[in-house]
């Protein structure tokens, strides 16, 4: 995915929240997800995913996530399958059986996980991480250089995918085909490349070090910001949501 984890600038009405609201409801609409098995629900919740993704312009980016995340949740959902005999017989297997509720359990775990990733990473995608770490300081009152690490790791995850990709076209510029052969030539082929990221790496962050020291990060305090992060009515309502979603959840989960 390009981009993956960037911010995109725009004026919809999740650019316009202010980040802590951003994050608890995306922190409650995944506890939400996990706190039942009901299907309806949970496809009601993908559904209201793909809505918030659409209202801000972000389908691209959120089917690109979608994909990423369907290839892990089949793994868990086929290893439900294979270990998790429940309901009426279907499938013989040598050690037990694959049955109708263990089907149900495998698309519910499928369902659950793209609904509950597509939030999270929508809050990456529209808000910037200098105002994320600020507004933990400002408004939840957290310790900057906690806040700050939190931000400078999510930031560096897309600068080190891209690193991994120059490094990638640098290599097939060189007659490695990385596309060809499979799963176990393509990961073969990629350890090496493990090196070269490693001291990209450590020089980065060295040099980010060196940067936030220059600049007196250790006499960073609360009042240093000059940004303000006002919660508007927008805000209260957007997070009354979030634990009317969560209550809901909770309350089919006990039934």
Not at 132 to 155: E, G, I, M, Q, W
Not at 168 to 177: F, K, L, N, P
Not at 199 to 206: A, E, G, H
Request: some cysteine; charged content about 15%.
């Amino acid at each position: 995915m390009d981009g993956f984890l960037e911010y995109v600038p725009g004026d919809s009405f999740l650019h316009r929240l202010n980040p802590v609201t951003k994050i608890a409801f995306a922190i409650m609409f995944a506890i939400a997800c996990f706190c039942t098995g009901n299907l309806v629900f949970l496809c009601l919740m993908l559904a209201l995913g793909l809505a918030l993704a659409a209202s801000c312009s972000m389908m691209r980016q959120t089917l690109g996530l979608m994909k990423a995340v369907l290839a892990f949740s089949l793994v868990l959902a086929v290893l439900l399958l294979l270990t998790t005999p429940k309901g009426d017989l279907l499938v013989e297997l040598p050690w037990g059986y694959i049955g109708s509720d263990s089907i149900l359990a495998a698309v519910v775990t499928v369902i659950r996980l793209e609904a509950a990733a597509i939030p999270l990473f929508l809050t990456f995608y529209v808000t910037k991480m200098t105002d994320l770490s600020n507004s933990f300081v400002k408004v939840l009152h957290v310790p900057y250089r906690y806040a700050f690490t939190f931000a400078s790791t999510v930031h560096f995850i897309p600068v080190f995918m891209n690193d991994m990709r120059g490094i990638m076209e640098a290599q097939t510029a060189r007659g490695v085909e990385f596309d060809q052969g499979g799963m176990v030539r393509k990961i073969r082929l990629m350890v090496p490349l493990c090196v070269p990221l490693l001291v990209s790496s450590v020089r980065k962050t060295n040099s980010s070090a060196i940067a936030a020291e220059v600049r007196g990060f250790n006499l960073r305090t609360r009042e240093s910001g000059y940004k303000r992060y006002p919660m508007t009515g927008a805000d209260w309502a957007v997070i009354a949501l979030g634990v009317v979603v969560l209550a809901v959840a909770i309350a089919l989960g006990l039934l």
